[in-house]
């Protein structure tokens, strides 16, 4: 039969953890009792206000295009939380809103990466860069950074890795899947091997800014490296910090050039996102800010139980993140005692199927013979469902 699909999407790899929570709701719906630890999805529900504001919208009428590229409403409110959270300056055309970050992430790019070019992406890594980086008809360069290393990788790897066709390099700090953060020293030390390649231009996915308990304040790549402003592009949303997953809103600011360039694709593309999510985020940003203060405390105890519990487990070993709510424990050992089970991959299927928890295989991200668990759920499920891993495991 002959085949309509192109060759760029044959290229793409779909994603992991939509296919895990897919499999783990679709087994649910078949009466199977299993606990889905695979979706980076807040459990809360989006704070009172903020969903108000979205009524709000509705009742008032607020249901037609917008911009292309964002309300002035909420583009005030991006500056200011530049401004307020990281001591950034952005004007009104350095910054676009998206169908969420994904879509912002998608838009750059397609909007600087040419065939032939390289994106940098540090392994352990979201599983959407390389693919993003392979729909721009460019190519993923991995650099590898295990445990040994606190999963960052070192300015001798990265400027290892630049060549003449690099032109960009993915930061996500803190990491999902590792929750690992870098502080702003070890930001600027990248930034100085940056400095000597002027081509090579940095994304920071800071989406997890807010979700976040390390030793010293959250640093943006963009707030320690100002010199290079012109060749940074700070990505950012409201789904994680505001539980707004479903609203759908993300936004990048950066070089004006660029920005204009992304927002040529998006209006070709979705055009503007959602108005009435627009006016939720507005609220979001500008409104009390003490919901994601105790979110993030539910957070940081749910980490906090869960890292020392997987400790516990034979043969799982498991770091320490500095935010997120991601777990990423090295299962190697487990691996190699269990009968007829091979990597991680074999390792996730024997688990879903022995005791009833689905996860994601670390490989997904780059790091085979890791797995990552979401602890986006209360602690009762999560001692559940690690009460079950280790019966599974021992």
Known sequence: MKTY?????KRVKPSVTLAVTSKARELRAAGKDVIGLGAGEPDFDT???????????????????????????????????????????Y?????????????????????????????????????SYPEMARLADAEPVFVHAGKEQHFKITPQQLDAAITDRTRLLFINSPSNPTGIAY?????????????????VLVVTDDMYEHIYWGAEPFCSFASACPSLAERTIVVHGVSKAYAMTGWRIGYAAGPAEIVKAMKKLQGQSTSNPSSISQYAAVAA????????????????????????ALNEIAGVSCTEGDGTFYAF????????????????????EHLLDTAGVALVPGSAFGAPGHIRLSFATSLEVLKDAIGRLAKALD
Request: charged share 25%; proline share 5%.
């Open 183 to 199: 502080t702003r020293a070890e930001l600027a030390e990248l930034g100085q091997v940056l400095e000597q390649h002027a081509r």
């Open 285 to 308: 940003l500008d409104g009390d800010q003490r919901c994601v203060t105790e979110m993030n405390k539910a957070f940081r105890e749910r980490h906090d139980y869960v890292v020392p």
């Open 91 to 127: 004007a009104d055309d350095q910054i676009i809103v998206s169908t969420g970050a994904k879509q912002s992430l998608f838009n750059l790019c397609m909007a600087v990466l040419n065939p032939g070019d390289e994106a940098i992406v540090p392994s352990p890594y979201w599983v």
């Open 5 to 9: 699909i192109s060759d760029r999407i």
């Open 329 to 348: 424990p090295d299962v190697r050992d487990a691996i190699a005692g269990i009968a007829g089970v091979n990597d991680d991959l074999e390792l996730t």
């Open 47 to 89: 704070p009172e206000h903020i969903c108000a504001a979205g009524a709000a919208a509705i009742r008032d009428g607020k249901t037609r295009y917008t911009a292309v590229d964002g309300i002035p409403e909420l583009k005030a409110a991006i500056q200011d939380k530049f401004q307020r959270d990281n001591g950034l300056a």
